[in-house]
Nanobody
Framework: QVQLVESGGGSVQPGGSLRLSCAAS????????MKWVRQAPGKGVEWVSS????????SYAPSVKGRFTISRDNAKNTLYLQMNSLKPDDTAVYYC??????RGQGTQVTVSS
């Protein structure tokens, strides 16, 4: 069955960095476009970034562009999100999602001084 397992979240101070990972199994990861989405407390789900199967097309929400970098390793069936210059507004549960809309359980990111 499809499994997406996020990791790498945590608590950091503003300006800090985190790298999220998403281990995928149960589907042909290397042929799927993938995305990161997030949900802040009391808010709806927000799209963060997307990447196509060959990493030739990447897109970012305006709120994270220039600070976050999406990448993938198809040999390892893993999706990444490098997050730099973190802000308190980045506090949320981060989910990876495949093009079928399947998500993992999420990983919490908290940015606070």
């Amino acid at each position: 069955q499809v499994q997406l397992v996020e990791s790498g979240g945590g608590s950091v101070q503003p300006g800090g960095s985190l790298r999220l990972s998403c281990a995928a199994s149960g589907f042909a990861f290397r042929t799927y476009s993938m995305k990161w989405v997030r949900q802040a407390p009391g808010k709806g789900v927000e799209w963060v970034s997307s990447i196509n199967p060959y990493s030739t097309t990447k897109s970012y929400a305006p709120s994270v562009k220039g600070r976050f970098t999406i990448s993938r390793d198809n040999a390892k069936n893993t999706l990444y999100l490098q997050m730099n210059s973190l802000k308190p507004d980045d506090t949320a549960v981060y989910y990876c999602e495949n093009q079928d809309g399947r998500r993992g359980q999420g990983t919490q990111v908290t940015v606070s001084s």
